[in-house]
Structures are given as C-alpha cells and as structure tokens.
C-alpha cells in the first residue's frame, strides 16, 4: 500500500458536490491534489444494477478516493472490491458526517461512539482490498469530546491496522445542529490534530476545516502529514491555482494561465457529457464561484442559473456566459 501518494493537499467528499464532473474540473486546475467523491451508501453500491451510476470517472481524475457510508464490515468489505475494481486509488470510510439521514443509517458520526465496530469495518475492508483504506472522522461527537476520547478512538483503529487518518478538527452534535451547523458552530480544535501527530507519528494525519487559503496549508503542513479543503474549493476553486507549485513543486497545468482558459479547457468535456444527456445544470454547478470578484461575475452566474435548466447546447451557453465577464 502506497500511503504518500499526493496528500498532501485533498478536496473533501462533499454532497451533491464532488461529483464526477467536479472532479473533473479541480484536475484542469491542478495535477496533483487528491481529489474524494461523493459519499456513497454501502448497501446502494452494492445492490444497484448498474455501479456506474456511483463508479464511473475518468482516467484524468486519478489519484481519487471514494468514500463510503456504512457500519456493516461485510457489506462495507463487498463494495470495497467494487471500489478497487473500478480503479480508484483508496476507499475511505465516513465517520463524520451528522446529518439525520446518516445517523438513521447508523453511520457517519455517530459511529465514534462505537470504536471496536469501526475497527471491525476498517479490518474487513483492508482485508478485502489491496489499496489503502482510510479513516474520515472529527475530534469527538457529542458529549463525547475529550482529549481521552478522541486518543482512543484514533488509537483502536490504528491497532487494527489503519494508517491514514481524515480529521475534520471539530466535534458534531447529533441533534440540534443541521450539516451546516456543523460545519461551523462546534469550534474547530487543531490542537488536538497536532497532538495526535506528534504522539503518533507513525500514523499519516491530515486536518480538516476551516481551511481557506494555501498560506493555511503551508502552515499546517509543517507539522502534519496533508491538509483536506471543503467548500473553499467548491465556492472558489479558483484559489487553487498556486497548488501544484505551491504545495507539490511541482509545474501547474497549462490550463490555468486565467479563469477563462480554465473554462475553454473544460468546454470540451461538457460537449461530450452533453451529447451523452448528462444535464447542463450538473455540468455548470461547481462553476459559479469562479470569477468571484471579477466585473461580470453576477451576469454570468445568471447566465448560468437561467441558461442551464434549458438549454439545447451547453457548451454553448457556457461560452455566452463567459463573455459576460471582463478580461483578467
């Protein structure tokens, strides 16, 4: 198992938002950062006839994660090999999602209140594939947000074998708060991060949260082994642009030489997924932040808005709400 390959910057699975095509996309931008799907339900992957549905991406993608949801090993084992079979390079099990629908599920969160169940998923899953299985978690659940918890918890799935941890650095609150809230009412806690690092410097610890500018990156790379962005790089992925330099040392991709370039670089990909009846409004959707701050930028996100749910040429009406915006 390859536990380096480019972590040190990744985008974080995200509802309705990493999809195939936003990956897609954040790969014209940088060659290097690590780049996680959508979360996808154990028993859907499973038991649905066509797992291309939840399975399907480009070779360009690559190195990409898919997250699983789920507490049953067996189950969470059998989609692993399908994980593996359709040439992802990691499969990731979701302990930190709080939303209602997971929690009914008995997974996401509320599964760091039962430590030996997820070591019991981690193992059954490492032992069903030949590429790592990592750990998404937050810093406790609940009343449960101790230093001592926490340690533990980390520590039970690390005897079990597990080496690469996720840790989005705030607790979750099952009820009371939405997904939203959580994002960013419980205080964020790098602290806790850092010291698991250096108590455990064995393990591969990425942080999670709060994270918004490469400057943030750097500074925490220091110390940590990667950093994982949420909603900036959904909201502004236009501040990745600096990554591959910045963080990999590596040369960026030709298609980032301005915003604009960045969109003819995508025009091609959204003939084709047009033509094949994916919706203008999936291929748009991860595209409105873009110009953010730059003159135009309103006129085209509602050219994109209005233009999307009925047009007959996307890539076309993509290009009209370029024109909107004012040259960089």
């Known amino acids: 198992m390859d536990l380096d390959f480019n972590r040190r910057l990744s985008i974080a699975p995200m509802l309705d938002c990493t999809d195939r095509h936003e990956r897609y996309f954040l790969r014209l931008i940088s060659k290097n950062i690590l780049v996680y799907s959508e979360m996808v339900v154990s028993t859907g992957l499973i038991h649905c006839k066509d797992t291309n549905i939840f399975l399907e991406h480009e070779d360009c993608e690559l190195p990409a994660v898919l997250q699983l949801g789920g507490s049953n090993p067996s189950e969470l084992a059998e989609a692993s090999k399908l994980v593996e079979r359709a040439g992802f390079n990691e499969v990731n099990l979701n302990c930190g999602c709080p939303s209602d629908r997971v929690q009914n599920g008995n997974f996401g969160a509320c599964l760091m209140k039962d430590k030996n169940l997820v070591a019991d998923c981690f193992k059954a899953m490492q032992d069903a594939v030949s590429i790592p299985v990592s750990i998404k978690c937050r810093i406790g659940v609940d009343e449960f947000d101790s230093w001592e918890f926490f340690r533990d918890f980390i520590g039970t799935i690390a005897d079990a074998g597990c080496r690469i941890f996720i840790i989005h650095a705030r607790k979750a609150w099952l009820k009371g708060l939405s997904p939203k ?43 940590l082994d990667g950093v994982m962005v949420g909603r900036e790089a959904y909201e502004n992925p236009w501040f990745l642009r600096n990554a591959d330099e910045r963080i990999f040392h590596t040369n960026p991709p030709a298609t980032i030489s301005s915003r604009k370039a960045l969109l003819e670089a995508y025009l091609p990909y959204v003939e084709k997924e047009f033509a094949k009846g994916t919706p203008a409004t999936i291929l748009t959707r991860h595209l409105y932040g873009l110009f953010t701050g730059l003159p135009g930028a309103r006129k085209f996100r509602q050219t994109l808005s209005q233009g999307a749910p009925k047009t007959k040429d996307a890539a076309e009406m993509l290009r009209r709400a370029m024109d909107s915006i004012v040259e960089e």
């Not at 806690?189 to 490469?214: C, D, R, W």
């Open 181 to 223: 809230e959580n994002r960013e009412v419980p205080p964020l806690k790098y602290e806790f991060v850092h010291k698991l690092k250096a108590e455990m410097p064995q393990l591969n610890i990425s942080l999670n949260g709060g994270i918004k500018t490469l400057d943030q990156v750097e500074e925490q790379l220091k110390d």
